[in-house]
């Protein structure tokens, strides 16, 4: 159970975000409201009021983000500017509601059950959706430059950095920094051993959460080190993707080693265009995932087997998923359009005992689950959408005309959708990057986005800069 400290390291935030947006430039004081509260926060905690959705490491940063810029006279635009974009965001937001009012009938059970949605679970629904969306039209705004693509990066280095020293120290001592600091152990402890040691997991949800983590931390330090935001500094990034590299290997995720070899070598070496191209690829293969799983085109034989070859543990793992997926898609089939609701209506039970029988734990499985189809392409279709876009325009009007920095975002993007596969690891850092990449992609190239004209705050109400 959750200490004193986690209520108050949760309930204090917005003030720390309050002085972040004092004492730094707009850009970074977003950035670091939200990925700091990522880092530092902990996981699971939350606070329960009525008609609300739960207060969270990810709802509080992502209200005080967004409410902050308000109050110093900001002006952030609601919806996206392109039509489809727009569309997205507003199914995004509306098919919740149509879930709820879809749902009014109750599960039974042999022993209970749970209960039908009623109208007042709109009012939860809509504001859970709009706090998720709210670091997507904070990157969008803030984020959309050439600047901002390199802010982003130089902050996930800046992060694997300061999580390296206490990700070290629960490799050698074991993951205890959350039970010491905030009194309680986020998850299954056994999980966090393998290969006859510990996999940290810090403040974060799960050792997989972490090595995802690592992954971008490393990607962005390769892109630097490429393209140094100042000259003469790319022996740092050289020396810190090293150290993430070590990182990685002592997370013991296979997923996250892989990604890190496809795209080190893009981020690396690859040219505009390649770069733009893949991460579009990524995006679409995880938007199509559904339908080709439906339809029986994922060799899901052939990758049991594959994993079997490398280790048993690890296909038993990947066969209960796949395993589940089926059940769960089966089940979302029944009510495809606007979904099963929130509460754990989308989940699978004992018919008799009420006990659930069901894991999900990709994002794509929860959400289609939830919301529905509807509910998936609004998803799923806004975080692809800046990648199809600017791979387009990479295409039509030279990767040159977009900047160096974007690339490595999009890639981590793209790979970011792929995890969304097996596991559930969207946060609001990876919307953070996709309200940047598209408002990137909705620029125009000879002049400035017309985002960049809306009303700056009056001087007296403007952030000082100390960096």
């Known amino acids: ?68 810029p308000l109050m110093l006279g900001y002006r952030i635009p609601p919806l996206p500017r392109g039509p489809l974009a727009r569309l997205l965001a507003l199914m995004f937001l509306l098919t919740p509601v149509a879930s709820v009012l879809t749902n009014g009938d109750p599960i039974r059970f042999a022993r209970g059950g749970l209960p039908g949605l009623r109208a007042h679970d709109t009012i939860g629904t809509i504001i859970a959706q709009m706090l998720a969306l709210a670091p997507f039209l904070l990157g969008r705004r803030f984020l959309a430059t050439a600047a901002g693509a390199r802010e982003l990066l130089v902050a996930l280095v800046v992060a694997g950095l300061l999580y390296s020293l206490p990700m070290l120290f629960e490799v050698r001592m074991s993951p205890q920094l959350n039970i010491w600091i905030y009194g309680f152990f986020q998850h299954d402890f056994a999980q966090m051993m393998r290969g006859g040691g510990f996999r940290p997991i810090v403040f974060l949800y799960h050792g997989l959460w972490v090595a995802f983590l690592t992954f971008m931390t490393l990607t962005a330090a390769v892109a630097l080190w490429r393209s140094p935001p100042r000259p003469g500094t790319g022996g740092r990034y050289l020396a810190a993707s090293g150290l993430f590299a070590v990182l990685l290997v002592l997370c013991k995720s296979a997923a996250a080693l892989v990604y890190a070899g496809a795209a080190l070598p893009l981020a690396r070496f690859a040219g505009a265009r390649t770069r733009f191209l893949c991460a579009a690829l990524l995006g679409l293969i995880a938007v199509s995932y559904p339908l080709l799983r439906g339809a029986e085109l994922v060799p899901v034989d052939a990758i049991v087997a594959r994993a079997e070859a490398v280790n048993a543990e690890r296909a038993q793992s990947v066969a209960f998923r796949f395993a589940n997926e089926e059940s769960l898609l089966a089940h979302a089939r029944e009510r495809p359009w606007f979904g099963w609701g929130p509460w754990g209506r989308n989940q699978l039970y004992d018919v008799y005992s009420g006990e659930m029988t069901s894991v999900s734990d990709g994002r794509w499985i929860i959400v289609i689950g939830m919301f529905g189809w509807s509910g998936y392409l ?57 309200g940047a990449l598209l408002g990137l992609a909705e620029a125009r190239e000879t002049a400035p986005d017309a985002r960049g004209a809306e009303a700056e705050p009056p001087a007296a109400a403007r952030p000082r800069t100390i960096l």
Not at 7 to 21: D, I, M, N, T
Not at 395 to 422: R, V, Y
């Open 1 to 68: 159970m959750p200490n004193t400290i986690a209520y108050l390291a949760l309930l204090l935030w917005p003030g720390v975000a309050f002085l972040l947006h004092r004492l730094l430039p707009p850009e970074r004081a977003v950035i670091w409201s939200i990925l700091g509260a990522y880092l530092v926060l902990p996981p699971v905690a939350n606070i329960d009021l009525p008609l609300f959705p739960r207060l969270d490491k990810v709802s509080i940063p992502s209200a005080a983000a967004f409410l902050i």
């Open 378 to 434: 609004a998803e799923f279709g806004l975080l692809a959408l800046p990648l199809v876009m600017l791979a387009r325009r990479a295409l039509g009007q030279g990767g040159a005309a977009i900047p160096e920095h974007a690339g490595p975002l999009a890639l981590i993007l793209g790979f970011n959708m792929i995890d969304m596969l097996p596991n559930a690891t969207l946060i609001p850092f990876t919307w953070l990057i996709a």
